[in-house]
């Protein structure tokens, strides 16, 4: 598995790769009311307190919980794809790309137990640095 991310920048903020090049999504957890959230924030969004969010870093098992297959979308982009909202162990809920299932409903049960991947997104910056981005995918057989 191609799972180190050295030297390749994140694709959006939220996505960290750590020393050991392993990519994982920051949350931020409030140690007040438990709410989880992905991204940094500077107040809990479920109970308004400051000074008891703490960055977490977020799971990369979860259950599907809604989708929506997106036929048109910007040039390039390859349709159609499942836009899917996952809510993840350990707290959070996370949207995203639905990769490797048929973007069929038949195929999209709820509940569906998946992971979240990381891989090249396939672009680079201007100096030639890979981003890395991340993806849910079945996990089938590991539910
Ligand atoms: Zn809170």
Redesign the pocket.
Known sequence: MANDFSGFLPAIPMIRIGDDGKAFIMGSH??????TVPGERMA??????RE??EPVRLGTKGTLYNYTIVHRSYPGVKVPFVSAIVDLEGGGSLRGTLAEVEPDPAQLPWNMPVNVVFRDSGQTNPEGKPFVSYLFVPAQGEA
């Open positions: 409030c140690r007040n009311c438990g709410e809990c969004a479920s109970c308004g307190k008891t969010i």
